[in-house]
């Protein structure tokens, strides 16, 4: 009976250690994951669908131990002569499970960060590369069209329209980058918010100078279209003061008094233009 008893233990304790060697296979599988999640190599999208990949092993490492547990216990009610080896591998085992939990946690903590820092990137790059191609943009504009004009002031209002409503956005991205340096004091942080302040500033000044720039053409514009309805009038004067008639009779020549009269309104008129061009 003793000699039975003993061979029924032994067969009972290799099928245990099989168990617990499979189990270790998968603690071994969670330690791999685990570096992999920590690994700054990898994107925070692929270190998420390692995270995955870790809880589906801890659900398999989790039923293995449980079963463990109740086959460590049996034994161990059972009198087993290594009883003491079987519990300290329970033990070994739950502690490196527990230990590869907290691990994981941390490196979950890490994804967000991560993935919380990428997103600020992406924000931060998306919008300084909108105000650099509009800056760019707005340097390319001539003036050399006055036909053009129109269109560049609808443009400009646009962009100016584009700007306020983005002003929110532009806030919350450096906000986020303040909150995010407090955590980490990553110095990509800071370079990457100069660099939209410092897009955002240049677009403002560059617009507002072409805005003055356009304005001044557009002025411009306006006073040689001017010049040539004065240059049409100037010619008009001309014929009609060179004009011998000055009435057959009373009522013709009261026409042509009136119509002097008219031409005197109109050059007042075109002095007090000429002299606010002139200031």
């Not at 994951?33 to 990898?42: F, G, L, Q, T, Y």
């Not at 692929?46 to 989790?62: G, S």
């Not at 303040?178 to 004091?185: E, Q, R, V, Y």
């Not at 942080?189 to 500033?201: G, H, I």
Request: charged residues 35%; proline residues 3%.
């Amino acid at each position: 009976d003793d000699r039975a008893k003993l061979l029924n233990q032994c067969r009972a304790l290799q099928m245990f250690k099989r168990d617990v060697r499979l189990a270790e296979n998968t603690l071994n599988k969670q330690d791999d994951i685990i570096s992999e999640m920590k690994s700054p190599a990898h994107t925070p999208e692929v270190r998420i669908k390692k995270l995955h990949t870790f809880e589906k092993l801890t659900a398999l490492a989790e039923a293995k131990l449980d079963t463990l547990k109740v086959t460590a216990h049996t034994l161990i009610d059972d009198d087993h002569y290594a009883s003491n080896e079987i519990k300290d591998i329970m033990d070994s085992l739950q502690t490196r499970h527990a230990e590869n939990l907290a691990s994981a946690e941390e490196a979950e903590d890490a994804i967000r960060e991560a993935k919380r820092l990428q997103k600020f990137l992406d924000d931060c790059g998306e919008l300084t590369q909108w105000l650099k191609e509009n800056a760019d943009s707005l340097s390319e504009e001539s003036l050399r069209d006055p036909s053009t004009y129109p269109a560049l002031m609808k443009r400009h209002d646009a962009l100016k329209s584009e700007l306020t409503n983005n002003e929110p956005q532009f806030d919350q991205i450096k906000a986020e980058g303040a909150n995010i340096n407090d955590i980490t004091n990553n110095p990509m942080v800071e370079s990457n918010v100069e660099e939209l302040q410092k897009a955002f500033d240049d677009l403002n000044d560059l617009l507002e100078e072409k805005e003055k720039d356009l304005q001044k053409a557009e002025k411009a514009r306006i006073a040689e279209e001017k010049l040539q309805d004065l240059k049409v009038l100037v010619a008009d004067l001309d014929t009609a003061l060179s004009s011998p008639d000055t009435g057959s009779d009373p009522s013709s020549a009261k026409q042509i008094a009136k119509k002097y009269d008219m031409i005197a309104e109109e050059i007042d008129g075109w002095s007090c233009y000429v002299r606010t061009c002139q200031r």
